[in-house]
């Protein structure tokens, strides 16, 4: 169940993608499980059809979802890949945060790779 509140100061496509997430983080969507499509889910939310297809776009990059061409979108099966794109992302977003640019962000990384 996914609902949006249209008053929030959080743009409707993050409190999609991050109810979505949450949702299979805790287990509560399963791996293979099928979304709805980006044109059902957008007008059973009322947005528009750009705002879910950003959502999950976004999902897809985090490894959350994998999109199958005509079959739609659907739970990932790996969690471990899924774990680690996630944290790759909280990792570029943090490092954006505080002003590191990608060259010396991927630096860090390979530091500490060691």
Known sequence: ??????????PPYEQVREQVRAQVE??????????????????????????????YRELERL??????????????GDDVGRAARQAAHAYV???RALGIGPDEALDLVRRALG
Request: charged fraction near 25%.
């Open 63 to 76: 490894g959350v979802i994998e999109t199958r061409g005509r079959a739609g979108s659907v739970v990932s």
């Open 93 to 95: 977003e943090q490092q």
């Open 1 to 10: 169940m996914i609902t949006v509140d249209h008053d929030s100061s959080v």
């Open 26 to 55: 805790a287990g509560e969507l399963r791996p293979g499980t099928k979304l709805p499509t980006v044109r059902r889910l957008a007008t059973d939310l009322g947005l528009a059809a750009n705002t879910v297809a950003r959502a």
